[in-house]
């Protein structure tokens, strides 16, 4: 079983990046599970004088993406740049020695978001992580695409999604 990892770059509640995301969840092929993290925005801010060991949520974090066979990742732009929650938690990732090179698939849910999405491609590489460009999809969503059941009920958009993570799933298996 191929066990991705999700991670919304968002902590807005109807937010289109974690819709995304629960819409993928539907779509996961025979033999992916895709789970959500949720703890995001609770992190502490990175210090690298902290010891992560001495926080149970950012220790649960590091050894649950360690364990992922890939992640998954859909993050707005903010300010033509990386939201600051989500660089955070990235931030943690790259002071974690267990956290070595893994596959990533990204999503854009805006066409607009060029800047964020060349910035997450910079530092993701930078943290060796090998991005999949074939899974990675710009599937631009409108405001009425908050709810993952109107992404599921889009025909052409939940194609792409599902291609994306198909294509995901055979570049985990090559
Ligand atoms: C503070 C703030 C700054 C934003 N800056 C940009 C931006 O620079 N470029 C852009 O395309 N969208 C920008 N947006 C729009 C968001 O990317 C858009 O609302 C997106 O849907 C937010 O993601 P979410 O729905 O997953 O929360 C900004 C939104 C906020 C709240």
């Known amino acids: 079983?191929?066990?991705?990892?999700a991670l919304s770059g968002s902590l807005r509640a109807a937010s289109l990046n974690?819709?995304?995301l629960r819409a993928a969840q539907a779509l996961a092929p025979a033999g992916m599970t895709i789970e959500i993290y949720e703890g995001?925005?609770?992190?502490?801010?990175?210090?690298?004088?902290?010891?992560?060991?001495?926080?149970?949520?950012?220790t649960?974090?590091?050894i649950r993406a360690a364990q992922a066979d890939a992640l998954l990742i859909a993050c707005p732009e903010y300010a033509r740049g990386i939201p600051?929650?989500?660089?955070?938690?990235?931030?943690?990732?790259?002071?974690?020695e267990d956290f070595g090179a893994k596959k990533v698939a990204l999503l854009n849910a805006s066409a607009r978001a060029t800047a964020a999405q060349?910035?997450?491609r910079l530092v993701l590489t930078t943290m060796a992580m090998e991005i999949?460009?074939?899974?990675?999809?710009?599937?631009?969503?409108?405001?009425a695409h908050g709810d993952p059941a109107a992404i599921l009920a889009d025909a052409e958009i939940a194609a792409r999604l599902a291609s994306a993570l198909e294509?995901?799933?055979e570049a985990l298996a090559a």
């Open 118 to 120: 060349d910035a997450l």
């Open 132 to 143: 999949v460009e074939p899974a990675s999809v710009t599937v631009p969503l409108a405001g």
């Open 167 to 169: 294509t995901l799933a």
């Open 60 to 62: 649960a974090f590091l």
């Open 40 to 58: 995001l925005g609770a992190l502490p801010l990175f210090n690298p004088d902290l010891d992560p060991r001495a926080f149970p949520n950012v």
């Open 84 to 96: 600051g929650a989500f660089k955070n938690a990235l931030d943690w990732l790259v002071g974690c």
């Open 1 to 5: 079983m191929l066990d991705i990892l």
């Open 18 to 20: 974690t819709a995304l």
